[in-house]
């Protein structure tokens, strides 16, 4: 089994998708480090990137053609500048040069250089994607990676390779966390605190996943903060603009910290705080649609929940005291994504949208039980409520964009968290009749049965339904 850290479950990036944006550039990255091993940057004339299956049917709208570009470029999703990725791309469209690593300048041309291979796939995934580099001697290499889901890639050959970390608590499957808190007596975030430490100092996790929040909160505040159409043809109108303004009114604020306090002091009703849930959740996947700056949790696509649940348990629960419960939080939310991963898969093109928004409110369901003083066994049973309802749910976005149904799904995922938690903190996880374990298997029986149609093809559900509009990208 995989050894997987939280902070490969969360990772900081730009939208829309992670296995069709972010996987695809990290992809091009690998793929440059592999071919400048020996200095031969300046030997290269050119290079081509294949797109397979769900990569070139929805690429597209995901953008995989941007990331690739670049990737190739030199760019990180980390460190680029959000406002500098369409300039960036509009000069190599324009001079259709390209920066190899961003150091060695070379004819790039994305109209010829990026092939669409709509109607064929490679075997080990559907998100499949294949780079060329032609050398002044005659010579060439290839390379194969797959984009695996929540931004994970895989370089063909290395498909089955086994761990090589040892943890000091293991875990493959639910059963085995719910051992190790037993054993242990612990609660979930601990254990994995004693795990990820095998990969970081103590500091550095506090300060990782504390980061991580930041990024998170920026993004729902600046999704708050911005109105207008987003891209792709759509016309789909930004909603968490006019929410903010009209749950807020006219009170004056400066930044983020000053405007959470505001909503802490707001109307607690249940009605206002689901209004708040759910702009959080627009917030952050209008922006995630627009470009920006998103985490995975564990997909891109499903970015909007975690947030959203963090967010209502920052700004509407008692029990939360500060940093401790932010990490504390997403310890044990990316211990959840971590056996969805190894149990099934958080790739919507492998198992539809119940891969990313199931997953996402798994993982935030469990987190928010711990959070509220619930029992590991308590967590775990919330985890699998929260699944347990979405399992089946179909990956169909209209125009291949991660918009309609993309976006309002992460304000459903993040209701049904919260209300899993709920239901979990008044039950006995002993009398659950269906375990973590059992959701987990169910969920990939589910992904292996489903139609290829309804896993982020683009060629059945909603997206055959509309396609007045739409831009040629």
């Known amino acids: 089994m995989e050894r997987i850290s939280v902070f490969d479950i969360f990772k900081i990036g730009i939208g829309p998708s992670s296995s069709h944006t972010m996987g695809p550039w990290r992809a091009a990255q690998r793929f440059l480090r592999e071919i400048g091993r020996d200095g031969t940057f ?224 707001d109307d607690h009703s249940f009605r206002h705080i689901l209004k708040w849930v759910s702009c959080f959740a627009l917030a952050v996947n209008e922006e995630n649609a627009a470009f920006g700056r998103v985490v995975t949790a564990p997909t891109n696509g499903a970015a909007g929940v975690i947030p959203a649940v963090l967010m209502y348990f920052a700004c509407f629960c008692s029990e939360f005291r500060g940093d401790d419960d932010i990490v504390r939080f997403l310890l044990t939310a990316g211990e959840f994504g971590s056996l969805f991963k190894k149990g099934a898969t958080i790739s919507a093109a492998m198992g539809g949208c119940q891969a990313e928004i199931g997953v996402s409110s798994a993982m935030a369901a469990g987190a928010l039980t711990e959070c509220l003083g619930g029992s590991p066994g308590q967590a775990m049973m919330a985890a699998e409520i929260a699944m347990e309802h979405h399992l089946g749910m179909t990956c169909d976005p209209i125009g291949g964009l991660v918009q ?40 990939k029986e589910t992904a292996d049965d489903m139609s290829h149609k309804y896993k982020e093809t683009a060629d059945g559900g909603l997206a055959v339904q509309f396609t007045v509009g739409l831009v040629e990208c």
């Open 404 to 443: 309609v149904p993309c976006i309002e799904r992460n304000t459903m995922g993040a209701i049904k968290a919260i209300t899993a938690a709920q239901i979990a903190l008044e039950s006995d996880p002993v009398k659950a009749k269906v375990s973590l374990d059992a959701v987990i298997k169910t969920m």
């Open 42 to 265: 300046d030997h290269v004339t050119g290079v081509q990137v294949d797109l397979y299956g769900s990569l070139a049917k929805t690429g597209k709208g995901h953008g995989t053609d941007l990331a690739v570009i670049l990737g190739l470029n030199g760019d990180d999703p980390v460190t680029i500048p959000v406002d500098a990725v369409q300039p960036t791309l509009d000069h190599i469209a324009q001079t259709k040069t390209i920066r190899l690593g961003g150091g060695h300048d070379l004819p790039f041309d994305p109209a010829q250089d990026i092939i669409f291979l709509y109607h064929d796939s490679l075997p080990y995934h559907a998100n499949g994607l294949v780079f060329r580099a032609f050398f002044r001697n005659g010579a060439g290499v290839s390379q194969t990676y797959y984009s695996v889901g929540g931004g994970f890639v895989v370089k063909e050959g290395e498909e089955n390779l086994a761990a090589t970390v040892t943890l000091p608590y293991p875990i493959d499957r639910g059963a085995d966390l719910a051992r190790w808190c037993a054993e242990q007596d612990k609660p979930i975030s601990e254990i994995v605190f004693q795990n990820e430490r095998t990969w970081r100092s103590p500091d550095d996790i506090r300060t990782g996943l504390l980061n991580i929040w930041e990024v998170m909160r920026r993004c729902v505040y600046q999704g708050c903060h911005t109105d207008g159409i987003l891209p792709g043809g759509l016309e789909v109108v930004r909603r968490a603009h006019d929410m903010n303004t009209a749950l807020l009114g006219d009170r004056p604020y400066a930044d983020v910290d000053e405007w959470m306090a505001h909503i802490r002091r």
